[in-house]
């Protein structure tokens, strides 16, 4: 079993929609939570960045984490054309280890 | 701007073939990484390093070798190119952690190498 689970897709959906990205984790030690939004043929870059549980809002993107779940997920209002990408999670335990553990991306397209 | 970038972008080489992929950063980070993106896998760590000196093994670091002379390069070499390593890599770098969080990875826009 991989440490982080994250169902690939694709996703489509039609632009204006609230879009839903989710990852299981089985490690207990993960403490912060990271999302990369990686466009075709370009290198991941980081979106958002959350710390233990709860919530992070940052524009149209708002980050969650349940650590009792062990799930997080990356919610995005009012998608756009420009957020058809592959997002990943990503996940490391205390600071100092800079080791970060990915899910496998999910592939999302906004259609418009 | 500071950068962080590799080469070559494209790569085709035979089975046994010794390869080596360039990453330079111009951020003077202290942390570089390397990881590979397969299909159904994501990304995964090869090798990384904290420091001039320093190298570490990562989750699939089998038949790959890094070594840091400098701040700014970590070459990756395939010893002996296998089919089983084709693939997109992707060379990272952060700034070593400040404040009891973990630094931003910032990714170069990876080398994609396939091996016949």
């Known amino acids: 079993q991989k440490e982080v689970e994250q169902d690939p897709g694709p996703l489509s959906v039609p632009e204006g929609a609230i879009v839903s990205l989710n990852c299981t984790y089985s490690n207990s030690a993960f403490q912060y939570f990271m999302w990369y939004r990686q466009y075709s043929r370009k290198g991941p870059e980081l979106l958002m960045y959350?710390?233990?549980?709860g919530n992070k809002e940052d524009g149209r993107f708002t980050a969650q984490v349940d650590k009792s779940s062990k799930y997080i997920s990356l919610f995005i209002r009012d998608s756009q054309p420009s957020d058809s990408a592959t997002y990943l999670c990503?996940?490391?335990?205390?600071?100092?280890?800079?080791?970060?553990?990915f899910g496998t991306g999910t592939r999302l397209t906004i259609i418009p | 701007d500071a950068e962080i970038t590799q080469s070559p972008r494209h790569k085709i080489t035979e089975t046994g073939r010794q390869v080596t992929l360039a990453c330079h950063q111009t951020?003077?980070?202290?942390?570089m990484f390397w990881y590979r993106q397969d299909l159904g896998h994501g990304l995964r760590l090869i090798h990384y390093?904290?420091?001039?000196?320093?190298?570490n093994k990562g989750e699939v670091s089998d038949g790959y070798s890094v070594s840091r002379s400098n701040t700014e390069d970590l070459p990756l070499t395939l010893e002996s190119a296998a089919s089983s390593q084709t693939s997109v890599y992707f060379c990272a770098s952060s700034e070593s952690p400040r404040g009891g969080v973990p630094e931003t990875q910032y990714f170069g826009p990876g080398t994609r190498l396939l091996v016949l």
């Open positions: 390093s904290y420091g001039v000196q320093d190298t």
């Open positions: 990503a996940m490391t335990t205390n600071f100092g280890n800079e080791k970060l553990t």
């Open positions: 951020w003077n980070h202290n942390n």
């Open positions: 959350t710390y233990s549980s």
